[in-house]
Nanobody
Framework: QVQLVESGGGLVQAGGSLRLSCAAS????????MGWFRQAPGKEREFVSG????????DYAESVWGRFTLSRDNAKNTVYLQMNNLKPEDTAVYYC???????????????????WGQGTQVTVSS
């Protein structure tokens, strides 16, 4: 079993930055694929960014390209999401997720992930 804990959310003005962290504990493995998703009120959960098990592939949703950066520190079992130039439409609860499968590509469907964190709220004011 793997436990994921997100942190770093908060309230920020448009144009500001936040860095989210996702720390893994329990039966952790640096070879897990990791993903970030978000869910805004009244909307479905959507893919934001992800990294495959090896770290050789990273992908982003088109809406965050050039603004968000995913990184990984295997020694700390932590994944980060640096979010710059935030917009009000980025407001959502952000979740990290872990996938045990080994793939060459980034997994983008939430139903394919095995473990989820509790989420952290990001609110961007205009």
């Amino acid at each position: 079993q793997v436990q994921l804990v997100e942190s770093g959310g908060g309230l920020v003005q448009a144009g500001g930055s936040l860095r989210l962290s996702c720390a893994a504990s329990g039966r952790t493995s640096s070879t897990y694929a990791m993903g970030w998703f978000r869910q805004a009120p009244g909307k479905e959960r959507e893919f934001v960014s992800g990294i495959n098990w090896s770290g050789g592939s990273i992908d982003y949703a088109e809406s965050v390209w050039g603004r968000f950066t995913l990184s990984r520190d295997n020694a700390k079992n932590t994944v980060y999401l640096q979010m710059n130039n935030l917009k009000p439409e980025d407001t959502a609860v952000y979740y990290c997720a872990a996938d045990r499968r080994i793939t060459l590509y980034v997994v983008k469907h939430d139903y394919e992930y095995d473990y989820w964190g509790q989420g952290t709220q990001v609110t961007v004011s205009s």
